[in-house]
């Protein structure tokens, strides 16, 4: 990096110092009003500190009414399953492109890419009438259905991947005799692991966020825990301070994933662009 | 080498995730294409009305006004650009802290459209944060009634993607200026360039592609918004979008309606998904 003059460092600080500013301030009162009593909460300013932070019983009491215990295993088996299908469904069709030339690869690759081009806002009109007819709406299945599908970020992430790994390692496999299923199986695909990690986590937060499909397709019966929490904060009648707190349960999975995986997130949404 | 078994391999892997792909974004399309010309109400008979519904979006003022919502969405793009591609720019460098400040800066595209929506009710709030700032500083005359004065209530709910979608920004611009090479930087260094200059002539001119991809990025997310007006106003205040509106045609069991709103936001999609495809193409 370039010789950095001390104004230069100074400006640095100050910008850092400032965004960071922009970012808190709209979080600060949602904290402060998970922590408040509802007597505290109608008497004092939004950016009034609660009288203590150890006044749990807005969470305790979000977890009891607002189901957020059950939503958050829906929303576990739904993006088990359908990262599971996900990568799986990546990597084989990644492979196949990258290694073999048939007729109609030019093909494959343009429906794939071609997707880009369609908004999943403009065809869940068709879709939900296709989901109730065969009677999946208000099912967890027709959400990990929608979600199962390959994407062509995914499909350049595994690419790049299998670029790294040597087409000699597939050939010696296929000359001992593994058979293509065999080799794909057990020798490239334990090789592409780096590339999988990258597409479980940029989608699993993705997905972890989404509020359309789900909105959409979900009764309270089998509701996920982002659509748990704006059923409860529509009810007008749960207390703003109760929603606070739920929202504050809503951050904590994500915030874990970011401190533990952050690496992985900067690199995958920086790849994705180089497409 | 076997060739049949070769053949069996490549339909196998394939067919599965070909055939979703078919059903789930290019039947759709193709359907609403055709239901677009119907009145269709998402059950029953289906007859062909011309291009009705095609008028009706575009001589009734209230579904113009939607598509005129997705300018201010637009707009808001411009200074998170300007702020996604600062930060960017001071970033990238090794100073202390740089990890803690990168944290801080992500939180806001980590979270989803309920949390954000729930936090900034808090924020235009009449006794919200905002007001109570104004308030705290003496700048009463600033004080409003963000969400229900209708002059306001657009603007400030596209504001709200600032916050929410600059951290996308930054990141694809941090990896862009990452990937420069860092003897450009110290030849500039050695004729003694100063931190403007090698912005303007050697940053931008690198990045100049990431920044193209994120003004369309931008674009065909503003006539795609749906989930903040909607989790924060429900629409309502005339803050309604396309995809509010198809929606809200689909539960009225309008699906012929929908379908026509649905083509329009996928052909607007499509000619700057296009246009970006074929001017980085050019590059």
């Known amino acids: 990096m370039a010789f950095e003059s001390t104004a ?33 909460y109608s008497s004092t300013s939004v950016l009034t500190a609660p009288e203590s932070f150890f006044n749990f019983y807005n969470f305790s009491y979000a977890i009891r009414v607002g189901n957020l215990g059950k939503a958050f295993i829906n929303t576990a088996i739904i993006l088990t399953i359908s990262l599971a299908f996900q990568v799986t469904g990546t990597a084989m069709v990644a492979y196949v492109l990258s290694r073999f030339d048939f007729m109609g690869k030019k093909i494959v690759k343009t429906l794939f890419t071609l997707t880009m081009f369609i908004p999943v806002v403009a065809t869940q009109n068709l879709i939900f009438r296709m989901m109730y007819a065969v009677k999946l709406v208000n099912t967890m299945w027709s959400v990990i259905i929608l979600y199962s599908g390959v994407g062509i970020v995914g499909i350049y992430i595994m690419l790049n991947q299998l670029d790294s790994i040597s087409k000699e390692i597939d050939e010696a496999a296929l000359i001992d005799g593994a058979g293509y299923f065999r080799t794909f199986v057990q020798i490239i695909f334990p090789l592409m692991k780096p590339a999988c990690t990258t597409l479980v986590i940029i989608n699993g937060i993705g997905l972890y966020n989404d509020f359309y499909i789900p909105n959409l397709y979900l009764n309270r019966d089998v509701q996920t825990f982002t659509v748990a929490l704006y059923k409860f904060f529509g009810s007008m009648a749960t207390p703003f301070e109760i929603v606070a707190a739920a929202i504050i349960i809503g951050m904590i999975p994500i915030m874990i994933v970011f401190i533990f995986l952050q690496k992985y997130i900067y690199n995958g949404l920086a790849g994705s662009v180089k497409m | 080498m076997k060739s049949k078994s070769r053949a069996g391999f490549i339909i196998l892997f394939l067919a599965l995730p070909l055939i979703h ?84 800066l ?49 603007p400030a709910v596209a504001s709200i993607s600032i916050w929410r979608y600059y951290g996308m920004n930054f990141i694809m611009f941090f990896g862009a200026l990452q990937a420069i090479p860092t003897e450009l930087y110290e030849a500039a260094t050695l004729d003694g360039c100063t931190k403007w200059q090698e912005i303007r002539y050697i940053s931008v001119p690198f990045i100049k592609k990431v920044l193209f991809i994120n003004i369309l990025l931008s674009v065909s997310g503003s006539i795609q918004v749906f989930e903040i007006p909607y989790i924060m106003l429900n629409g309502s205040n005339g803050t309604s979008t396309p995809v509010i509106m198809i929606q809200q045609s689909m539960s009225e069991n309008r699906a012929g309606f929908a379908a026509a709103l649905s083509v329009l936001v996928f052909v607007i999609v499509l000619i700057v998904v296009g246009l970006q495809k074929l001017l980085v193409k050019e590059d």
């Not at chain 2, 294409?33 to 001589?59: A, C, H, P, Q």
């Not at chain 2, 309920?114 to 700032?133: A, D, H, Y």
């Open chain 1, 8 to 40: 230069y460092k100074v400006v640095r600080y100050v910008v850092l110092v400032l965004a960071s500013i922009f970012v808190i301030i709209p979080l600060i009162p949602l904290i402060f009003m998970a922590f408040k009593t509802g007597a505290e």
């Open chain 2, 21 to 104: 792909l078919i059903i789930f974004s290019y039947v759709p399309i193709i359907g609403n294409f055709v239901l677009s010309f119907t009145n269709w109400k998402g059950f029953g008979d289906i007859e062909f009305i011309g291009i009705r519904n095609y008028r009706k979006i575009f001589t009734n003022p209230e579904y113009i006004s939607m598509f005129k919502n997705c300018a201010w969405y637009f707009l808001a793009a411009i200074p998170q650009l300007i702020f996604a591609f600062l930060l960017a720019v001071v970033v990238n460098g090794k100073f202390k802290g740089l990890n803690i400040f990168k944290g801080i």
């Open chain 2, 106 to 154: 992500i939180i806001p595209y980590l979270l989803n459209g309920v949390i954000i929506s729930t936090i900034f009710i808090i924020f235009f709030n009449n006794t919200g944060t905002l007001n109570t700032i104004f308030g705290a500083f003496g700048l009463e005359a600033l004080q409003h009634q963000w969400l229900q004065d209708l002059d306001l209530v657009n």
